[in-house]
């Protein structure tokens, strides 16, 4: 029995290992990868109550980098299989829910530490075949990222349970957080690792039960986070791995009395098709349910006259070439003001050109593959298209090949047209769009960037003028949910920048911050009274 208010370990950011070539960490890793890469297919079932699920119909998972070879099959499901994890969760959520708060924090804290250590080449090599991630990005994903979710998240759940309402005399008021009345949905994508456990960790920290579908082409790595949760200690039916269709999945959820919340990080249509169809099943619940969503961003770079120039070059590339700018919060389009628009894009094109593309394996590739066919024919159409028109250009890149692997050259255009279909639509691959401006006009050009996108994920400003920098913060103030100042716009690191953005980039819930926490409890009022009144009448009736 819980008798103390119990003193959490502080939480500190893992440290980013440097996996420099003949170092032991990256021997390791690198043999971990080979050895994954040449072991017998493997057999990916789903996760239901504890137990293992298979099907016949099974479905090929395969390198992006390399589509001929098969590291192994998932076994897909259907409508049946989501109602036995949302009974499972259900049968599971009573003990869950009324485990001591410290018991669960101790659940993902070993997390925490069998990621840090015997896990971590495993999900770091997984990441790297599955997704095509390089060594750097797997390393700050798969490994970091959720080592410091799990212990930020646990110091964030003190936090929460420590605020308390005052008592006056003879009174005791109190809040309780209780989990949500039913199970959570969290639906998943395919980029990041370390998002696709915490859309699940997060909510079931908190005493909730979770049904998780995984993007079909994470459940490779997938498979390894729900090995981990085991290893860690997280009991059966309290997080449950279905792979089927999302129609399939959806109709039997979003239908379900006990639905009490989504968690979710992908398209911007999905996620409004799914907040519409909760909303005509809104009379169906036992209660309105919560919907945490991050999706798309056409994140920018606005350059002021007084900027550096090989800074704003570094913040174009790695902003928007890492992991093959297939991130949120990758950089898109870019504002360049003409006084620095030459030495810049010498800059850029001897960089871009300076990238070697290829496998994973050798860590000497910055730019690996993009995730599948379909994403390559969609950011190869966006490529053909910019060839075609009169007032675009590429200034370097814009070749493609999928002919092995899902190639796409880091590709960089010039328009003259301040609306040109690249510099408003998100792409979710390696093109940066730039608009040179007259560099007189930066205010100007500051109400062009907050009017082009829907979207109000990631931005920056990069300039050495203060009075720019505090102009560019005004004017932003709502284009960007996470606003970085002389850096590029992506890389929040958690517990330092809360991550999340607005507008049409969803809720803003901030992953890796105690109001993502919030979303998943119900606070209940308790107020005690010591000695009740004994007569209705009051002072003011004589």
Known sequence: MSNALFKVPVAVNEPVRAYAPGSVEHTNLINKYKEMYNQEPIDVPMHIGGKEVRTNNKRPMSPPHEHGKVLGHFNYGDASHVNAAIDAAMAAREEWANLPWEQRAAVFLKAADLLAGPFRDKINAATMLAQSKNVFQAEIDAACELIDFFKFNVQYITQIYKEQPDSLPGMWNRLEYRPLEGFV???????????????????????????????????????????????????????NLVSVPGPIAGDVVFKHKDFAGLHFTGSTGVFRDLWKEIGQNISNYKTYPRIVGETGGKD??????????????TAMTRGAFEFQGQKCSAASRAYIPMNLWEEVKTIVVSQVNSFKMGSPEDTSNFINAVIDERSFDNIASYIDFIKEQPDAEIVVGGGYDKSKGYFIEPTVVQTTNPKFKTMCEEIFGPVLTVYVYDENDFEATLDLVDSTSDYALTGSIISNDRYAINLAMKKLENAAGNFYINDKPTGAVVGQQPFGGARGSVTNDKAGAPMNLLRWVSARTIKETFIPATDYRYPFLG
């Open 300 to 313: 920018f770079i606005m350059v002021h006259k007084s900027a550096d120039a090989d800074a704003v070059a």
């Open 185 to 239: 949905f969290a639906i998943t994508p395919f980029n990041f690792t370390s998002i696709c456990a915490n859309l699940c960790a997060a909510p079931a920290m908190m005493g909730n039960v979770v049904v998780w579908k995984p993007a079909a082409s994470q459940i490779y790595s997938a498979q390894v986070l729900m090995e981990l949760f085991k290893a860690a200690g997280v009991p059966d039916g309290v997080i």
